[in-house]
């Protein structure tokens, strides 16, 4: 198997920020981009040499795609299965169609780690509102959960008793559901393992992230957990990557309950947010790394040369009364603005991040979340930017 070496041209069924940064990095290397996906303006479309406007859907369009392209890679895992069938038949697909078919469904995706023998939560598939409510009698405090889509929060109903199922029933469409067991969560880790078509495997430290309402609020590292936590979570995130059969990248986000339980809780087949700190402080970014695992090239090496840390930034910042101050918050030594280059700013939207490197953890997380205050002086209830002291856990 030859690589793809720079000069060629890589396609991305998706233009989101993903998509873009994976794009600056792809482009730093000496390869070419073009891009599909359903709005004109999307946020990799500056980067690209071409971008083609089209539904995730539209085998036709895909094929115009890929019949220009070495490789093409995916920057969300929505894609209809006869587009990937089709790129795949013209070109290089990575990842290629089944691990992207066991992801991109909720349930297939639960199920497949079941029987794969991965710790989980327990979890049902909903098949009408009574199902619901009898797993809320089964379980206790439930989470309902849309099998496609519904990221940062969209497309989950939280249950605390039998009656909600009905409601929950309707909010999700009336259509099957993935119904999980709340568990008591300690802390949140995420890994992200990069593969080649080669087989050559590197593994990231594990981030340490914190949610609020379903969206990554923010993620930093060291995680500042045991080394024993560390190699359980790295293994674990291998042995998934491996089996699925992963080329290029997945990351698999984690539970780790307060009984010192590690539980997969999702995966996904690409660059992910609680990684965009590889881009300050490892030596190789996700979207560096992307492109050498989806070309072949070898896979750069992974270890932390300095602590760093995101904040996300969500529209909410842009809908207060008082403008971002972006020249106050970048004052903070340290930090970097990252925007996506979105129009129109909506609460709950991901328009950019923000970045600190610091002397630890502590540092690193703190620098980012006083850069993000600076930022919005206004008090944004969506966005919990309490900053935690991140103790060192020994389980």
């Known amino acids: 198997m030859s690589p793809i070496l720079p000069g060629a041209t890589i396609g991305f069924l998706g233009g989101g920020q993903l998509g873009r940064m994976t794009a600056f990095a792809a482009r730093s290397m000496g390869y070419d981009i073009h891009v599909l996906d359903p709005e004109a303006a999307c946020a990799t479309r500056p980067v690209a040499s071409r971008t083609i406007t089209a539904k995730f859907d539209d085998v036709d369009a895909a094929v115009a795609l890929a019949s220009e392209c070495d490789v093409v890679t995916l920057e969300i895992e929505q894609i209809h299965p006869d587009v990937l069938d089709a790129v795949a038949a013209r070109c290089a697909l990575r990842p290629g169609r089944e691990p992207v078919y066991i992801i991109q469904d909720r349930i297939r995706q639960k199920q497949w780690l079941k029987a794969q023998g991965f710790p989980l939560g327990n ?69 992200l393992v990069a593969r080649s078509p080669s087989g050559e495997v590197a593994v990231y430290p594990p981030s340490r992230n914190h949610h609020t309402s379903g969206v990554l609020t923010w993620a930093v590292v060291p995680a500042v957990v ?41 995966l996904a087949p690409r660059p992910h947010n609680t990684y965009h700190h ?52 970048m004052a903070v030594p340290g930090s970097r603005l990252h925007l996506y280059g ?53 389980s």
């Open 226 to 266: 045991s080394d024993a936590m560390t190699t359980r979570a790295q293994a674990l995130a291998q042995q998934v990557a491996e089996r699925i059969g992963i080329v290029g990248l997945l990351a698999v986000e984690c539970f780790v309950t307060t009984e010192g339980e590690l539980l997969v809780n999702e």
């Open 123 to 191: 979890f049902v598939a909903a098949q009408s509102a009574h199902d619901i409510a009898d797993a809320v009698r089964d379980f206790g405090a439930c989470i309902a959960k849309s099998t496609h889509g519904g990221y940062d929060g969209r497309g989950q109903v939280r249950l605390s008793t039998p009656e909600q199922g009905i409601d929950a029933w309707t909010a999700l469409g009336s259509r099957e559901c993935l119904v999980e067991q709340k568990v008591s969560i300690h802390y949140e880790l995420s890994v």
């Open 278 to 329: 590889s881009e300050r402080g490892f030596a190789t970014s996700q979207f560096e790394q992307l492109v050498r695992a989806i070309c072949d090239l070898p896979l750069g090496a992974t270890e932390v040369f300095a602590p760093s840390a995101i904040a996300n930034l969500l529209g909410d910042v842009w809908l207060q009364d008082q403008a971002p101050d972006f020249t106050h918050a």
């Open 342 to 394: 979105k129009a129109g700013a909506r609460a709950g939207r991901k328009m950019g991040h923000l970045s600190a490197v610091g002397s630890d953890a502590q540092d690193a997380l703190g620098k980012v979340l006083e850069c993000y205050r600076r930022l919005s002086p206004g008090t944004i209830a969506s966005f919990d930017v309490h900053e935690p002291v991140l103790a060192h856990i020994t």
